[in-house]
């Protein structure tokens, strides 16, 4: 099995207060993956983690994601950068003191974009890290792009280009939300699936983020997982909360939670 795991920024960080991490939860997700994969030594696994109240917080105030062209968004570029690589280290050092052997890939070192969308990625690394049966850590970080000079490159963007070079078998994007909802902000109904076939009956119901979220909340999310099962029909891709004990091992050993995501025709 081959899963990609995203932990995501509202999870892992209060993105309603910069530069805050949620040490107490990212060390309890960095143990649930660790117990996973004792329970099961053969699986292979690629991690991600947004940026929440880090990255996001001055790619808003410089816009970031929209373009990099004058001084001063050169510079918001790097405080951006900054920011996504402090939170990358913090959860890379709570993963690596479980014993876990992850290896961070940082997307603005590998890849370039083009108005957003991925032109390269030098692949070599990372496949030879999966070999070797190390983890690799990706996350939301700048990148440079061939129209705009700079913008922003989400976990989930970064999920698709990988999913279509890698062909996990899953894709698991850990939040807050329970799942995707149809009566936010209750979220007490959960929408079981969500296909192709069905996605325009469900539009209505997709939102954005409550806090701070560049890269456009839960619509894109459904959006960029459907990218995802529509170009590799096997693959499927659950969207959940993280923040119940027990809930990320408990996917990584088979289980159903929150929202599928699944390819079925029109």
């Known amino acids: ?20 991490a949620k040490m107490e939860t990212i060390n309890r997700l960095a143990a649930e993956i660790m117990r996973a994969r004792l329970k099961h030594p053969e699986m292979k696994l690629l991690l991600g983690h947004g940026s929440g109240s880090f990255g996001h917080t001055p790619a808003a105030r410089y816009h970031t994601r929209n373009g990099v062209r004058t001084t001063t968004e050169w510079l918001g570029f790097v405080e951006v950068w900054r920011e996504a690589r402090a939170l990358n280290q913090i959860v890379l050092d709570a993963l690596l003191d479980t014993g876990l052997p992850v290896i961070s890939f940082p997307s603005s070192a590998l890849a370039i974009t083009d108005r957003g969308a991925v032109t390269s990625w030098d692949m070599a690394p990372l496949k030879t890290a999966l070999i070797q049966g190390q983890i690799p850590l990706v996350f939301g970080d700048v990148v440079y792009d061939i129209s705009l000079g700079g913008t922003i490159l989400s976990t989930e963007e970064a999920f698709v280009y990988l999913a279509r070079h890698l062909n996990p078998g899953r894709v698991m994007l850990a939040g807050l939300e329970p799942g995707v909802c149809s009566d936010l902000p209750d979220c007490k109904n959960i929408i079981p699936e969500i296909t192709p076939a069905n996605i325009q009956q469900i539009a209505p119901w997709l939102t954005g983020s409550s806090a701070v979220d560049v890269t456009g909340g839960m619509a894109e999310k459904v959006k960029l997982m459907l990218s995802v099962v529509n170009q590799n029909h096997t693959t499927d891709a659950l969207i959940f909360s993280g923040e119940m004990q027990g809930q990320v091992e408990n996917v990584l050993k088979g289980e159903q939670a929150g929202t599928r995501i699944y390819f079925k025709g029109v």
């Not at 099995?1 to 309603?16: A, H």
């Open 1 to 20: 099995m081959f899963y990609f795991l995203k932990l995501g920024g509202s999870l892992i960080t209060d993105k309603n207060n910069p530069h805050t």
